[in-house]
């Protein structure tokens, strides 16, 4: 379906002068601060939208049907990304999955995308399953497999995607592994490592020249013991060793627990080696809750790191670095989570935005740490959503994109056009 923009003009009227008290008052308590630059920031910002996180997800127990009115096939899911990025203009890129989203017609899939103000964001490779009819099985792995069949089948596999992703104007693969192993003793970890790299190298000479490669790491699962790219040192020392067109990829639920990511994505930065990042949260492990559930203070932290450190390298927020949300729904509509967690994001990054980075080194270079605490809580205890709504209203989306969907009874429509038994490809 799709939004009209006298429905969005229409919605935003009815919230006009609440919305603008909030941000009157929000622009008086900030007035020392270049609000028009902080608001030029949050317009651009972009997230990708994997195009597996637009049905409902499950988990090995099972899947619950929670809505309807799934997308069935690539357009529809283009569709519903366009839906989600005409209410928050901030989803404006859909990352793909092959082989669940092979595109039929490139170039009538890129122009479709295009009518959405859609971009193509990372494409991402899948040797995590096994394929109908594959003639060899990627069960004891894929890249790192002992036999030399399994790593080729895999190689050109990731081959094939970076066509896709030419043919649809992606600039990026993201490769995260499975590999490893559930038990001691069942591998080799340098014969692993040793395999996967020279896999890598492989796929890597077959990136194009304005390409890049990010390395997805994960600490466990499905594999219990070990994993093969196991965290961010040995994702680095992958991408290190590969060449300057690939990086490490930081996926929120992919650490140990408590795990200090703040701290990984400052030194990533700091090495020019942090490619992408993937949003979700968990309590427990790789959960993939919505982004700022959880842990909103965290989230923060971390975009505290990632505006200061890409600020200290001069990189521009928006493009610099990978930006995409990683999540599964299950008991929720996909659409309305993924809505929750860009609010999340918009409302971390506008935190980060605002902290007093000067008061900040000066409390720093005095080892005052109450000063310290106090100048970081500042931001994140202010209330910004009046600041992340105006920079909506500005880009012509909604005030409130999730009230919204609702008024609008987006699902119900979906549900209508689609039917209410459809299972979309993915997690
Ligand atoms: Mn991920």
Known sequence: MNIEKNQIAQHNDSLSSTHQQ???NLKSEWSHIDIEAIIKKLVDFQIAIPSWALGTGGTRF???ATGGGEPTNLEQKIEDVGLLHALNNSSGAISLHIPWDIPQN???IKSLAAGYGLKFDAVNSNTFQDQPGSPVSYKFGSLQHVDKAVRKQAIEHNIEVIKQGVALGSESLTVWLA???CFPGQLNFRQAFEN??????????????DWKMFVEY?????NFYSTTVGDWGQSLLYANKLGDKAYTLVDLGHHLPNANIEQIVSLLLMEGKLGGFHFNDSKYGDDDLTTGSIKPYQLFLIFNELVEGMDAKGMDHATGLGWMIDASHNVKDPLEDLLQSIEAIMIAYAQALLVDRKALV??????????????LQHTFRSDLRALVAEARLRAGA?????????????RKTLIQQRGQNTVATGL
Do not use: H, M, W
């Open 218 to 222: 994960k600490a466990y699962e499905p």
């Open 196 to 209: 996967t790299l020279s896999s890598l190298q492989e796929i890597y000479a077959a990136l194009p020249s």
């Open 398 to 410: 909604a005030l409130s994109p999730l009230n919204l969907y609702r008024s609008l009874a987006c």
């Open 62 to 64: 099972g899947r619950f």
């Open 106 to 108: 490139p170039d009538q």
């Open 22 to 24: 909030r941000f009157n």
């Open 362 to 375: 000066a409390a720093q270079q005095n080892n005052d740490v109450v000063a310290c605490q106090e100048i």
């Open 179 to 181: 590999d490893g192993s």
